[in-house]
């Protein structure tokens, strides 16, 4: 079945510690995006990637980096630089005419 | 700018009591409304598209809805499977997609 993965489903950090999230997905989409979800908020964007080698900020992309080396796979990083980076992550795709797809998230903690 | 809000932000409701979730936007063009369901935990799971006012589209036990300004889940005999947070999201001409802070449905036997 296609599909997005997204692991570690949770993710412990200490302070001061850069942490990767990984992102597949098997869907063939060209575009990948990446999602923060607090609660009582709406999904807000971080960073997201038309095609292989490119991407752009979103509304909240201070503190975060990404990479786009294969068409599958869309890693975010949330640096130390991120004010508050205790949240649910969740990574979505989409294609021509497919609305958008998202992964189970990641639940990362930062103590 | 885009603005979404959903009301209510809770909602609790006997099973088989019917109810509306409601969705307001403003948005510079409106490509498209789309309604997601969220289990806890788990990443938002697609529901509907609807594009212009007046359309409406229908799934088992779930009906939306869209006029020029507002959108409407309408959840028709509950069960408590239709438990979750739903979300709706506008997206405007230029493709930016604008979420809501979604209600969320407690359906109890």
């Known amino acids: 079945d296609g599909g997005i993965t997204q692991s570690p489903k949770y993710l412990f950090r200490k302070e001061g510690q850069n942490v990767t999230l990984s992102c597949e997905q098997n869907l063939n989409h060209d575009a990948m995006y990446w999602y923060r979800q607090d609660p009582g908020q709406g999904l807000r964007l971080i960073y997201y990637?038309?095609?292989?080698?490119?991407?752009q900020k979103g509304d909240i992309a201070e503190g975060y980096s990404v990479s786009r080396e294969k068409k599958e796979s869309f890693p975010l990083t949330v640096t130390s630089a991120q004010k508050n980076p205790t949240a649910f992550y969740l990574c979505?795709?989409?294609?021509?005419?497919?609305?958008?797809?998202f992964g189970n998230g990641t639940r990362l903690t930062v103590t | 700018e885009d603005q979404v809000t959903q009301s209510p932000e809770a909602l609790r409701l006997q099973e088989g009591e019917s109810s509306s979730l409601n969705c307001s936007y403003t948005?510079?063009?409106?490509?498209?409304l789309f309604w997601y369901r969220q289990d806890p935990g788990k990443g938002p799971e697609f529901l509907f598209t609807l594009y212009s006012a007046g359309e409406e589209k229908e799934k088992e036990r779930l009906k939306a809805t869209l006029t020029k300004k507002e959108s409407f889940l309408h959840i028709t005999a509950p069960k408590p499977e239709d438990s979750a947070t739903y979300l709706c999201a506008v997206q405007d001409s230029w493709g930016k997609l604008q979420f809501g802070a979604g209600t969320q449905v407690v359906v109890t036997p």
């Open positions: 990637s038309q095609i292989v080698n490119d991407f």
């Open positions: 948005v510079s063009g409106l490509r498209g």
């Open positions: 979505a795709s989409d294609g021509i005419d497919s609305p958008l797809h």
